[in-house]
């Protein structure tokens, strides 16, 4: 059984990945992947079932679950270290008073009386061993009793903590194997429902080191669609006696990247991106723990801004494209990555589909219309990427004007070709070139078409209107009309174009535009990828499939209906990730509303105060415990006290003062604007989160270094 296919370049499902005939063989594990030096190697061979094993415990959101260590929502109050051991050496001085006191008779002889009473006469002779022993043995359980006392009152057992040997080295206890029906390992679930032959392969297989944190990632996805029905339970069965730990494989039967970056757990489907600063802001549960991003973050979009240079690209953006290509292997995620030519957004191996736009070299083409057969569907996407940042958000704006036009024209044109037209053919119906126009015409008359030729004729009437927004858009579409783009969005059917309606299958995209000397016709790209994703993805039947946009640099993307169309994501199993030099690329009215829209925020180190002030408001405040110390100098009156507070400032140098502290509750900003432009540090940012399910994040300072 092959798991949920890829689709080709047109946008058709598809087959089985061939394989060879012959009797069941044990599968090779995949070649290793590389990975970067300081980050530990993905888990394979023996490691694996240590790496299977581990505990990942239900954590606040965006902890790195793997091996966490759950803390205290409160910090516990910590003594200094100073006061602790002057506290413990008065509380030994005053034990040591006491049984000084106690042992001269100075306190009397009371304590003596119940050893006394205990004893009998005949022990009482100078020499005798009994009694020797039982007087000192009384001895040090009185001396004990007192150590006890003065050590809880010194905090003895704090310092063995905290400075003894059980702080010089915490070594992990070796946990015993756990049963077969609780060993993530022995597959307890396909136990569980019948299918033990199943079970005990792959189980033989991660013994043997043949599987991967993919194949275990793969499978079990293809085990949720047994359970979910849509596979049988006799055939996913069959697949995996016959492959082990290659069943199920992916479409271009990958079962690795071919190098590694990020730090990733796919059994929670997590990539670690930092670690949380042991920050007096951050919530205490936090500090010190692993930040990772899921598919159950950027579910609810995430935008990221920082300047250039900043980590935008290759702290935040590859891990996650690099997470989420591994996913798309196991057959959870469907992804593209959408940046500039040369960004490092990962190696060519790693996607199944390249497109380089304008670059002579690209197999894959970009369909300009996103697979569409709806001419008013595809005016409204194309609509959207030509004029979509010249409107206003408003209705009766420009992008409306501008799907009318286009429709008027991309339907007549449908009817009469059978197609759409290119991008020479749209420009010169844009233009209201004489010759194009009259064919179409006739055409349509031949055919009989008589609504189609009054929308043909409504688009002639309006061609003189002083109004008339078919001249911006043919100025726009001459942006694509250009000699570097001569091989790419044609609609003959002679090339590979690729279509965003191939996103119901667990495919790995990415796109380079070309950004030098074609800035503009790159956002406009841009703007039509994120318009034809955010139309089709909401339309998928199978939505257990997350599907996500990566898009690395937005600057001119975000327009009113991008804003709109990342609102209608969450509830369509998808996602998109954005990052911004400055919010200033984004028109002043959308900046709230995109803030609004993104469940995931992140402003990186080196970000203005104008943008931190809209940070700032859109995380809104708290309430905190302010302190205010206030210094008043004692004035001595006896002449005692007068000589003393003249030679304590004669040795100090400052007059004796008395500290008064108010403390009070008041509302403040979690991060004010001013402490995001200046007091995060070089590689720091702070991110707030929030999951598909609702669970919030406050504010966190995380280092993307670590």
């Known amino acids: 059984m092959d798991s949920e296919g890829t689709q080709d370049a047109r946008g058709t499902q598809a087959g089985p990945v061939p394989r060879p005939a012959g009797p069941p063989q044990v599968p090779a ?121 003065v050590g809880r009152l010194g905090r003895w057992g704090e310092i063995w903590r905290r400075y003894g040997p059980p702080a010089w080295r915490r070594t992990p206890r070796a946990e015993p194997p756990p049963a077969p029906e609780e060993d993530p390992a022995a597959w307890p679930a396909l136990r569980a429902a019948g299918a033990v032959d199943a079970a005990e392969r792959l189980a033989s297989d991660a013994r043997a080191g043949l599987m991967r944190d993919v194949d275990h990632a793969r499978i079990a996805r293809a085990w949720q669609g047994v359970r979910t029905g849509r596979h049988s339970l006799a055939t996913f069965t069959g697949a995996v006696l016959k492959d082990g730990a290659a069943a199920c494989p992916h479409p271009s039967g990958a079962r690795d990247l071919p190098v590694r970056q990020a730090r990733h757990d796919l059994l929670t489907g997590q990539v670690r991106l930092g670690t949380t600063a042991d920050d007096p802001r951050n919530p205490y549960a936090y500090r010190g723990a692993g930040l990772a991003l899921g598919t159950d973050l950027l579910g609810t979009s995430m935008l990221v801004v920082g300047p250039a240079g900043s980590g935008k690209t290759g702290g935040v953006v590859r891990p996650v494209a690099e997470s989420l290509c591994l996913q798309a292997l196991a057959g959870r995620t469907a992804v593209v990555v959408v940046g500039a030519a040369g960004a490092g957004l990962g190696p060519s191996d790693a996607y199944d589909v390249v497109i380089r736009i304008g670059s002579p070299d690209s197999v ?65 119906l844009l233009d209201g070139a004489p010759a194009p126009l009259a064919a179409l015409r006739q055409g349509l008359q031949e055919a009989g078409q008589e609504s189609l030729l009054r929308e043909l004729d409504a688009r002639e009437r309006q061609m003189g209107h002083p109004g008339d927004v078919g001249g911006i858009l043919a100025d726009r579409v001459a942006l694509l009309d250009r000699p570097a783009f001569a091989g790419f969005f044609d609609t003959s059917g002679e090339s590979r174009p690729f279509t965003l309606k191939a996103l119901d299958h667990p495919v790995r995209v990415r796109v380079d535009l070309p950004e030098r000397g074609h800035a503009d016709a790159s956002r406009m790209l841009a703007r039509l990828i994120l318009a034809q994703f955010t139309a089709s993805v909401t339309v998928r039947e199978d939505r257990s499939l997350f599907a996500c946009l990566v898009l690395d640099d937005a600057t001119g993307v975000v327009t009113p209906e991008a804003v709109r169309g990342i609102q209608r994501l969450r509830s369509a199993g998808a996602g998109v990730l954005l990052t911004l030099r400055t919010l200033d690329d984004v028109p002043r009215q959308l900046r709230g509303p995109l803030l609004g829209a993104t469940g995931c925020r992140m402003a990186l180190s080196g970000v203005t105060p104008w943008d931190g002030q809209d940070f700032a408001e859109v995380w809104g405040k708290e309430w905190t415990e302010a302190r205010d110390v206030t210094d008043r100098q004692i004035i001595a009156e006896s002449p005692a006290g007068k000589a003393v507070h003249a030679l304590r400032r004669a040795i100090t140098g400052k007059a004796p003062t008395a500290r008064a502290v108010t403390v009070r509750q008041v509302e403040r900003e979690r991060w004010s604007a001013s402490e995001l432009a200046h007091a995060v540090p070089a590689g720091h940012a702070v991110l707030s989160l929030t999951t598909v399910k609702g669970e919030h994040a406050p504010p966190l300072l995380v280092d993307l270094r670590e």
């Open 29 to 149: 594990a995949p070649p290793r992947p590389a990975h970067a030096p300081g980050t530990p190697p993905p888990p394979d061979g023996s490691t694996f079932l240590a790496w299977l094993r581990t505990p990942r415990p239900e954590t606040p959101p965006g902890i790195w679950r793997f091996g966490h260590r759950p803390r205290p929502e409160e910090e516990p109050e910590r003594i200094p270290g100073r006061q602790l051991f002057s506290g413990a050496l008065i509380a030994f001085l005053v034990g040591w008073l006491i049984w000084s006191l106690l042992w001269n008779g100075y306190l009397g002889g009371w304590w003596l009386l119940p050893l006394y009473a205990m004893i009998p006469d005949s022990w009482a002779q100078p020499h005798s061993f009994a009694s020797v022993v039982v007087v000192y043995a009384y001895y040090v359980l009185i001396a004990g009793v007192i150590m006890v006392g």
């Open 364 to 428: 894959y083409d970009l369909d300009l219309y996103g697979g569409t057969t709806d001419p008013d569907e595809a005016a409204a996407v194309l609509a959207e990427a030509l004029v979509g940042d010249l409107a206003d958000p408003h209705p009766g704006s420009d992008t409306r004007r501008s799907t009318t036009v286009l429709a008027q024209l991309l339907g007549p044109f449908r009817a009469v070709h059978g197609r759409f037209p290119s991008v020479p053919e749209l420009r010169q």
